[in-house]
C-alpha cells in the first residue's frame, strides 16, 4: 500500500533519480546502434517497409538472447527515398552522426551504389540486402573490403529464369518476346543478362519490342498500349512492388494477359494482395513462398513474421533477416564489431538458414551469396499462389556465372 507523497518522499525520489541516471544514460550508451537506409515512402515503399518489418522481428530475437557481444541492438531508420544522393548522404549521418556502428543498406541498386562508394570511406562493416544488380559485388572495381550483398544477384536469377523460360517456350513454341523493366541499373543490367542467357538456351527468340518505365510511374497505359501493339507472344517483366501490382490491374484493363504469356521473376505476397483479378499462368520466380523450401523451419519464419505485422513476407524480408544472421555468426566469430574483423568473418562464412536451397547459404568470397532458394513454376489465383516450381540447379548457375564474369574482365 502506498504513502502519501511528502516532501521527504519527493526529495528521496528525485534523488533516486539523480543516482540512478548515470546508470539509465550508461545503459543506453552501450547500446550497439545499427543504421538501416531505405526506400520507406512512395510507391516502391513495400521494399524498405517489408525490410524494416523483418530488422525489428531480428531486434526482438537478438536482443532477447543477449544482444551482440553482450550488447542490446537499436536500429536506427531513415528513409532516402532511393536518390542516390541522399542515401550517400544518410549513409554518412548513420555513423558520424548517429553513432551507428553497422549499417544494412536496404536500398534498391540506384542508390545502392551511392552507398558503396560511400563505404570506402567509413570504417564499419555494411550489408546491400535489396539490391540486386550484378556489378555491384562482381566488378572488382566496385568491390568494398567491408561491404556484403545478403540478396538476390540478377546474374543467378538470369541463369535460372532462362534455363526455365527457354524449356517453357520450347514447349509452347514461343519464338516472339517483349520486355518490359524499370528504367534504371537493375532494370536494363538483369533484363540484358536474361536475353543472353535466354538467346545462348534458345537461339531463336526474337525480342519485338522493349519498354522502359520510370521506377513508380503511376500509369502505364502507354507502356501497355506498345506491348499490345507490337504483338508478341510472350513478356518478360522486372517490375517489382507497387510497379508490378499496378501493371497487372491495369493490364487486366486491357486484356493483356489474354493475349501473350507474361513471365516475371519478381512476384511477392504482399503485390499478389494487391492485385485485384490474379491471371494463372504467369510464368512466375519464387521470391519469398512459405512453400519453397517446402520445410517446417521456412513455414514458422513466414507464420511469425505474419503475426507480428498481419501481412506475409516479401523476398526482401528473408534477405534482411538473413543478413542479420550472418551478422550475427561473423560477430560471434571475430569477438568484434571492427569494420574489418568482421569482413574476415563474413568472408567464406556458411550458416543454416530457412532459406537455403540445401538449408545452407554461403558468403562467397566475392561478397555475395549462394545456395539460397530459387525456384520458377505458374501463377493460380488463390494460396499458395505458385504451383508446379522447379528448383534451379545451383551447380548450372556458378557455371555459367563464372563464364559471365570472364567475359565482363570481372575475374
Not at 511528502?6 to 541516471?21: H, I, N, P, S
Not at 501481412?311 to 560471434?332: C, D, G, L
Amino acid at each position: 500500500m502506498s504513502g502519501p507523497v511528502t516532501r521527504r518522499t519527493l526529495l528521496a525520489g528525485g534523488t533516486a533519480t539523480l543516482v540512478a541516471a548515470p546508470w539509465v544514460a550508461r545503459a543506453q550508451a552501450n547500446t550497439l546502434r545499427i543504421g538501416m537506409q531505405s526506400i520507406l515512402s512512395g510507391p516502391i515503399a513495400l521494399l524498405g517497409t517489408s525490410s524494416r518489418n523483418s530488422l525489428l522481428v531480428e531486434q526482438d530475437r537478438i536482443n532477447a538472447a543477449g544482444g551482440f557481444l553482450g550488447r542490446q541492438i537499436e536500429f536506427v531508420f531513415r528513409d532516402s527515398k532511393g536518390q542516390p544522393q541522399e542515401a550517400a548522404r544518410v549513409a554518412r549521418e548513420l555513423v558520424n552522426t548517429a553513432g551507428c556502428e553497422l549499417l544494412v543498406d536496404a536500398e534498391a541498386s540506384s542508390a545502392s551504389f551511392a552507398v558503396q562508394e560511400v563505404m570506402r570511406d567509413l570504417n564499419v562493416a555494411c550489408i546491400h540486402t535489396n539490391s540486386e544488380t550484378s556489378s555491384l559485388t562482381a566488378d572488382p572495381k566496385i568491390r568494398v573490403p567491408t561491404a556484403f550483398r545478403v540478396a538476390r544477384q540478377g546474374v543467378h536469377d538470369a541463369v535460372a529464369g532462362s534455363l526455365y523460360l527457354a524449356d517453357f517456350a520450347n514447349a509452347k513454341k514461343i519464338n516472339k518476346w517483349a520486355t518490359c523493366s524499370p528504367d534504371y541499373a537493375y532494370g536494363r543490367d538483369t533484363t540484358a543478362q536474361y536475353l543472353q542467357f535466354f538467346k545462348k538456351f534458345k537461339p531463336d527468340v526474337e525480342v519485338v519490342t522493349e519498354a522502359w518505365p520510370k521506377l513508380g510511374q503511376p500509369d502505364f497505359t502507354e507502356v501497355i498500349t506498345k506491348l499490345i501493339q507490337a504483338k508478341p507472344q510472350a513478356l518478360f517483366t522486372l517490375l517489382y512492388a507497387g510497379d508490378l501490382s499496378a501493371f497487372v490491374n491495369q493490364g487486366n484493363v486491357y486484356a493483356l494477359f489474354g493475349q501473350m504469356t507474361v513471365a516475371t521473376p519478381n512476384v511477392d505476397y504482399p503485390v499478389l494482395a494487391a492485385i485485384k483479378n490474379l491471371p494463372a499462368g504467369i510464368q512466375s520466380a519464387t521470391r519469398y513462398l512459405e512453400t519453397f523450401p517446402d520445410t517446417p523451419a521456412n513455414k514458422e519464419w513466414g507464420q511469425a513474421y505474419f503475426k507480428r505485422w498481419n501481412e506475409r513476407p516479401t523476398n526482401w524480408s528473408w534477405q534482411n533477416s538473413v543478413a542479420m544472421h550472418f551478422y550475427e555468426a561473423a560477430i560471434k566469430k571475430a569477438n568484434s564489431l571492427d569494420g574489418k574483423a568482421i569482413a574476415a568473418a563474413l568472408t567464406g562464412l556458411k550458416i543454416n538458414s530457412p532459406f537455403g536451397a540445401d538449408g545452407t547459404i554461403t558468403m562467397r568470397d566475392d561478397h555475395t551469396t549462394i545456395g539460397y532458394a530459387i525456384g520458377w513454376g505458374q501463377t493460380i489465383p488463390k494460396d499458395p499462389f505458385i504451383t508446379d516450381i522447379k528448383p534451379a540447379d545451383w551447380g548450372k548457375i556458378i557455371e555459367l556465372e563464372t563464364e559471365w564474369k570472364k567475359q565482363q574482365n570481372y575475374s
